[in-house]
């Protein structure tokens, strides 16, 4: 078989290059499928009207074996967890009362859901440090310390 020319290379370099576009083209222009609009509303039903974090007892159960896991109770006394009862911070008994997280964040879920997980970006210089925690187990921390005085 004869080598190809340098233009033959090139055309079929072109072709596998324009190769998805044609496609997508075949699809409708990439227009997304009508299935996929109606899957997209149906999951959006599915989501609760209030964070699932507002006193969901699934979420405070994953808080709990986070809190467990990761060892924030090593620092803080935490209503619930037995063992140990840190000193290093300060007790976490009747948090969800308290008006400002570390004096100077509002008490919200999401300023909380941000401050066990990473306290020194949330608020410069304290003394807590960062969590190895996932932004979703933050969120399960914050259900947790908010409805502990309930359990
Ligand atoms: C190494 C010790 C240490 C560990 C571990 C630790 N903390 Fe803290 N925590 C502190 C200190 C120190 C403060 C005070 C920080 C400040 O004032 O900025 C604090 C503050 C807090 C506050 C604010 C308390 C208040 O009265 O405003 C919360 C809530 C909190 N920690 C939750 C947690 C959670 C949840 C974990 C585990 C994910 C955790 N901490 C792990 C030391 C720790």
């Known amino acids: 078989m004869q080598a190809a020319t ?8 072109a072709e596998r290059r324009d190769a998805p576009f044609a496609n997508r083209n075949r699809r409708g222009g990439g227009a997304v499928p009508a299935s996929l609009v109606a899957l997209a509303l149906l999951a959006g039903c599915k989501e609760p009207a209030l964070p699932r974090y507002d006193f969901d007892s ?17 620092c803080h ?9 840190g ?4 007790s976490l008994k009747g948090f969800d009362d308290i008006g400002l997280i570390a004096g100077a964040l509002p008490n919200d879920a999401e300023n909380l859901a941000s401050f066990v997980r990473n306290a020194p970006a949330t608020k410069p210089g304290s003394t807590m440090p960062a ?3 996932t932004a979703e187990e933050a969120r399960d921390v914050a259900a947790y310390l908010y409805g502990m005085n309930d359990v």
């Open 131 to 133: 969590m190895p925690i």
């Open 87 to 90: 000193r290093l911070g300060t």
């Open 6 to 13: 340098s233009t033959q290379v090139a055309a079929r370099r």
């Open 58 to 74: 699934a979420a405070m159960e994953r808080g709990r074996e986070v809190i467990e896991r990761v060892g924030c109770a090593a």
């Open 77 to 85: 006394e935490i209503p619930g967890i037995d063992w140990p009862k």
